[in-house]
């Protein structure tokens, strides 16, 4: 999942094309924190803010009833695809497991990484605990027994009611597969269903993001009255901490492209020069695809690889991804006095990791919300400040391009050498 505004691609044409003003919501977030500092310049303002606090809880309840069944929807129509391109032969099986590989590698990285991070340069002290009045309490801490038991629900239902994210994840993932075994009529219907129920729940939350200035200002004057000048300090260094989990992610691709695919590493940086400055400029990995087919080329890839290897990862493999979605959920956590044991990690990072693969071309806002969502719901978090962050994504948002379409020319490189290795063993 980047938070990148993708073309559409993997069949994502059946879904609407949903538009969101990222820059009136980062101009609404710094006006509301001004407003907010106004307020505790000159306390008489205080009623205003008060007087507007409705407005943005209002706006974030109707952010959060749409993430459920969005992402059920997605995860059931991007599984059902993915067993259908797996389909197509040995290279789509050898693509599907290096984006697996790669994801879980990318999920369980930040889990142990940015909690590290977090310990080293913590988040400002006068902002940590100020929005745990949204959590209410700790996320429980469920022995290993009790996390083996939550991967499965007895009433998906139930699961459902309660935002048990990980059991639906389970459920829904399950299910994909199921329909992708039925006969074409079938399994074409069921996947018709979903993807109509995903677009309808792209639609609404496509009004609800149109609301974002108002519900974006409402929260950060509130956020600015509580937390003055620091609400700022913390926006910068939430920016910079998830941002840092990406470079980590861009950072492996070269070591892969050296040990794994066997490129010189000088090679492999001078190719990428170009497609990192189309990723940088565009922030689409499918406008950057052109790129990557000619770093291809420039690394001896063969072009029947590249133009089999690189459209589906376009398509299916967001390789920052789970990384960053993960440390935005551990951040908040942290922000808002949350203790997130290492049973909860494992959780937020298995979803992360396979909600990843479900995530389709969308705005940056709406695949924001589609991806950090259902980790932040299985770990016990509040998403509340999702709905502040959101606004400020675009910055962390090119580093997430960069290091997806770094990634997306590596596995394009491994699995032709794969196919050269096996070739050469046979003959």
């Given amino acids: 999942m980047s938070n990148e505004p993708e073309g559409a691609s993997r069949g994502d044409a059946a879904l609407p094309d949903i538009q969101v003003n990222t820059g009136l919501t980062l101009g609404a977030l710094g006006a509301g924190l001004l407003a907010g500092l106004a307020v505790t310049r000159w306390p008489v303002l ?35 695809q993915m067993m259908a391109a797996a389909s197509a032969g040995k290279q789509a099986i050898r693509v599907l497991s290096w984006i697996f590989g790669i994801y879980f590698a990318s999920a369980f990285f930040a889990a142990v990484a940015m909690p590290l991070l977090l310990e080293a340069w913590p988040v400002p002290q006068a902002a940590q605990g100020v929005l745990a009045s949204a959590s209410g309490k700790d996320a429980p801490v469920p022995g290993l027994g009790d996390f083996l038991l939550s991967l499965l629900p007895s009433n998906i239902f139930a699961a459902a009611a309660s935002d048990a994210m990980l059991p639906c994840v389970a459920f829904f993932s399950l299910f994909g597969m199921a329909i992708s075994r039925l006969a074409p009529a079938p399994r074409q219907h069921l996947t018709d269903l979903f993807e109509a129920l995903a677009g309808a729940m792209m639609v609404m939350i496509g009004w609800v993001l149109k609301l974002a200035p108002i519900g974006v200002f409402a929260l950060s004057l509130d956020l600015g009255a509580r937390t003055g000048a620091e609400a700022l300090g913390v926006l910068a260094h939430y920016v910079i901490t998830v941002s840092m989990m990406g470079w980590a992610v861009l950072a492996a691709a070269p070591v892969l492209a050296l040990l794994g695919a066997r490129l010189a590493l000088g090679a492999y940086c ?41 459209p589906l990862c376009v398509a299916l493999f967001r390789a920052t991804g789970p990384a960053m979605n993960l440390a935005v959920a551990i951040y908040v956590a942290k922000l808002t006095g949350i203790t997130l044991s290492p049973a909860i990690l494992i959780a937020g990072a298995i979803v992360a990791a396979i909600t990843e693969i479900s995530s389709p071309s969308l705005p940056g806002a709406i695949s924001f919300v589609s991806a950090v969502g259902p980790v932040a719901l299985a770990m016990g978090v509040p998403i509340a400040p999702l709905a502040l962050l959101v606004a400020v994504d675009m910055l962390p948002d090119i580093t997430r391009t960069v290091g997806n379409v770094a990634m997306d020319v590596v596995v394009a490189a491994l699995v032709d050498r794969g196919r050269r290795d096996q070739s050469s063993f046979e003959s």
């Fill in 46 to 80: 205080a009623p205003v803010a008060k007087g507007l606090a409705p407005l943005g809880g209002l706006w974030l309840k109707g952010l959060e009833m749409t993430i459920l069944p969005l992402v059920s929807a997605l995860l059931v129509v991007g599984i059902v």
């Fill in 270 to 310: 001078r190719a990428l020069m170009p497609v990192g400055a189309v990723a940088i400029s565009t922030q689409s990995s499918l406008a950057s695809l052109p790129a990557m087919l000619t770093a291809c080329r420039k690394l001896g890839v063969s072009t029947g690889s590249a133009e089999f290897t690189l």
